[in-house]
């Protein structure tokens, strides 16, 4: 593929080191970044905002529904040729490499940059980049473009900034803090937040990181679950900054996972009660989930294991 996509800035090496310097530390409380993902669930059900969906033929039906069941609009369009008209004027765009066939590829690059240039947030879901070269390469050029979330499991996020990586298929093998580094220098780089999932997430945004602690292992039972926390990070950039918007994705996909395994009897009834917690979440659920969230400078705990409780109660 040529690329109209202008090349990405390399990473900011030294950012690494202003983190670690005294006043590096955040401005950001758990409680503050809590109560602004809650007013960004409520900015979603009262603007419903337009996703644009490139996404893979395994589960768009779950990211669409899952972007319905948060109040925003799902549009799965992937025509070459056209798929650019309407990333102008969308409120979000979510790139997503699950099954990159040729429309898909086709679409990706013009939509993105005309996102980038309309001042549309764009999301990349990295799917399996690390494992297979076809999509290796498409992400890493569509990087230039600059999204303001990336999304991946622990071995995406390696993988997508070239670190190695011990992905398996669109599984991930590796440890959420051990793509930390990986996830620092991507977000210097595309000056956008980078969420890794996993047990306990990881996002990170300039010189801030947060962990997040919420969830189900049931989340790992259903295939797609990733990849609508992906679209639910794109209706939120489309009403609010990136890193609020991969913390309150997180927060809102978690919560409802771990509401939906309370009375799930298996990922059958899971995927459909995850789907009725998410419709039903309000703001008011979200606002008190400070204790959810650690917020440290994105180098503090670098070489430190992800221990934080997940599933407890909201
Ligand atoms: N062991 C776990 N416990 C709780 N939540 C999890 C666990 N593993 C993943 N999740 C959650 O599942 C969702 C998808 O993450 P993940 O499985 O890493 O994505 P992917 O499908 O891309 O590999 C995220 O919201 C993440 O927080
Ligand atoms: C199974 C599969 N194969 C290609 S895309 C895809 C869906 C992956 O979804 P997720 O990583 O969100 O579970």
Request: glycine fraction near 10%; include cysteine; charge should be negative.
């Amino acid at each position: 593929m040529t690329s109209a996509v202008p090349p990405c800035p390399p990473a900011d090496d030294r950012a690494d080191e202003r983190a670690d310097e005294p006043g590096g530390a955040p401005p950001l409380s758990p409680g503050r970044l809590a109560a602004d993902a809650a007013q960004a669930l409520a900015a979603v059900r009262a603007r419903t905002p337009l996703v644009q969906c490139l996404t893979n033929e395994v589960t768009t039906n779950l990211v669409a529904n899952a972007l319905l069941a948060v109040g925003a609009s799902p549009a799965m369009t992937a025509v070459p040729g056209e798929a650019e008209q309407l990333a102008a004027v969308a409120g979000a765009v979510l790139a997503n490499l699950g099954t990159p066939g040729p429309d898909l590829r086709a679409c990706l690059e013009p939509a993105v940059t005309t996102a980038r240039r309309a001042g549309v947030p764009w999301v990349l879901d990295p799917v399996a980049v690390g494992v297979l070269s076809v999509r290796t390469r498409l992400a890493e050029q569509l990087l230039g473009a600059r999204p303001a979330v990336v999304r991946g499991n622990a071995s995406e996020v390696l993988g997508l900034a070239g670190l190695t990586s011990s992905g398996r298929g669109v599984d991930s093998c590796d440890a959420v803090e051990d793509a930390r580094v990986a996830a620092v220098r991507l977000a210097h780089a595309t000056g956008g937040a980078v969420a890794v999932s996993g047990a306990v997430d990881l996002v990170v945004a300039g010189d801030v990181a947060v962990r997040v602690s919420a969830g189900d292992p049931l989340l790992t039972a259903i295939t797609g679950a990733g990849c609508a926390l992906g679209a639910l990070a794109a209706a939120f950039a489309a009403v609010t900054d990136p890193l609020t918007a991969a913390v309150g994705s997180s927060l809102v996909l978690g919560l409802a996972a771990e509401r939906a395994a309370s009375v799930a009897r298996g990922p059958g009834s899971f995927q459909v009660a995850l789907l009725d917690e998410l419709y039903g979440l309000r703001p008011e659920h979200v606002v008190g989930l400070g204790d959810r969230l650690v917020v440290e400078p994105a180098r503090t705990g670098a070489r430190r294991a992800a221990t934080a409780p997940v599933g407890a109660p909201a």
